[in-house]
């Protein structure tokens, strides 16, 4: 009864007023401070059940109606963005992104002092880009973030613009943006989601055989700061599915750039004597030298993939629609240029290629991939062509030889060990024989 009370009194005597002022809230730093902190105590004492508690709906509407506006308009200072993300992080990235793109879209149109404020922020953007360099980073990354602290989406904006323009800004941006708080970090991430998936631009060109430059640059943009900064990865991962089950395969680009830049893996076309060398050794020495970027420099980027591809077992999406896409580029109602069909396909195929290779030379997605579907489920639920369904069935497969030879595998006695995976390959031949016409076994074996 006595926290019952105590939530009504928050209600009505905290909650209730708060929408009146709006962002005027910004004329008192102490209470808006205060506010916050009465935030984040009650988000962390209520954050197991965050989306369904009473309170936890009217918080978000207040933060997108009265606090981040009034962050807006406040003088630059990073105490209040690092108390505003104190409560936030413990949102869903989709509620987060919500509330930015409200904040972003709506709020700066609603009232005039907003609308001052944003004309300044885009003036004195457009002033530090112009003299923005790799030799003056450090001072005008400093500039970039303290606008970024009180009006990121503003300033981020014209960061995009400009990186889609002149490609040679990407480095200088990134190394600039290392003073940017966590919030301003995570408003980037819904800003390079927004800019991607703009409907007004085309991603492939209309009289050319090759994707758009805009969009080619943003997806090394995004594998540059991905890399670099610890931004949560869920939201982006996400859009790449959503585009994936629109058969939109050109956002597959987005998915190459943030694998080879956070974890080193690269398809190359050309590859040096040394690197096929590295190919016939261990894991080892395939991450040493099998690759243009040594794996041990992307140790910690390459653990954050991880952990995101393992959240809420995205991995499995991206392998299956990865692999989709090749039959929906050549066979798809969308007419292409037959010169872009074949480069969207042969991305797609590098893609899906170096996504297996992650997800095989680590150990905790390996784990994961010990966990798909049989080869039948994944040709008849999920439409995989077959070179594609072994493809990812080959560490399950491995598993289950090692788990059917036992302690009975020794190197004096081979064995034990090729009595198991006659077994293995038994078991999945007949399988694989019923899934394919009586005619098709009579040039080829189901064992080949």
Not at 226 to 232: A, L, M, Q, V
Not at 311 to 331: E, G
Request: proline share 5%; with cysteine.
């Amino acid at each position: 009864q006595w926290y019952q009370r105590r939530v009504r009194d928050l209600n009505d005597l905290v909650l209730t007023p708060l929408f009146r002022l709006g962002p005027y809230l910004s004329y008192s730093p102490v209470l808006f401070t205060k506010i916050l902190r009465l935030f984040s105590l009650y988000i962390k004492q209520n954050k197991a059940d965050i989306c369904s508690h009473s309170l936890a709906g009217q918080i978000m509407t207040i933060t997108s109606d009265v606090i981040l506006p009034s962050l807006s308009m406040m003088n630059f200072n990073y105490n209040f963005t690092a108390l505003i993300w104190d409560y936030m992080q413990h949102f869903p990235y989709h509620i987060r992104y919500r509330l930015y793109a409200k904040w972003k879209n709506v709020s700066y149109a609603k009232n005039p002092l907003m609308m001052v404020t944003k004309a300044e922020t885009i003036h004195t953007s457009r002033y530090i880009l112009k003299r923005l360099t790799k030799e003056n980073v450090k001072p005008f990354g400093r500039q970039i973030g303290r606008v970024a602290h009180c009006n990121p989406a503003v300033i981020f904006d014209q960061i995009l613009f400009q990186i889609q323009r002149y490609d040679n800004l990407i480095l200088p941006i990134v190394n600039a943006l290392k003073y940017l708080g966590l919030l301003s970090l995570d408003v980037l991430s819904y800003c390079i989601i927004e800019a991607l998936s703009d409907p007004e631009k085309s991603k492939q060109k209309e009289e050319d055989t090759n994707i758009s430059w805009w969009f080619q640059v943003l997806a090394t943009f995004c594998g540059h700061i991905y890399k670099k900064y610890n931004i949560e990865l869920s939201g982006l991962l996400q859009y790449i599915v959503n585009q994936l089950k629109a058969n939109k395969s050109t956002d597959l680009l987005i998915l190459k750039e943030v694998i080879q830049r956070m974890s080193g893996i690269e398809i190359s076309e050309e590859v040096t004597e040394s690197q096929l060398e590295a190919v016939c050794g261990g894991p080892v020495l395939l991450a040493e030298a099998g690759f243009f970027t040594p794996i041990r420099h992307t140790e910690r980027s390459n653990q954050r993939l991880q952990e995101s591809l393992g959240l809420n077992d995205i991995w499995l999406p991206l392998c299956v629609l990865a692999s989709q896409q090749r039959h929906s580029i050549v066979f798809g109602n969308e007419e292409r240029h037959i010169k872009l069909t074949a480069r969207l396909y042969d991305q797609c195929q590098d893609t899906f290629t170096q996504l297996g290779q992650f997800l095989t030379t680590n150990p905790t997605n390996n784990q994961s991939l010990k966990t798909l579907p049989s080869f039948e489920e994944l040709s008849t639920m999920y439409h995989l062509q077959a070179d594609s369904a072994f493809f990812l069935l080959r560490t399950k497969l491995s598993d289950q030889i090692m788990v059917e030879c036992g302690n009975n595998r020794s190197p004096e006695d081979p064995q034990p060990y090729i009595d198991a995976s006659e077994k293995v390959i038994s078991q999945l031949s007949d399988q694989v024989k019923l899934l394919y016409p009586p005619k098709v076994w009579d040039k080829i074996s189901p064992r080949l």
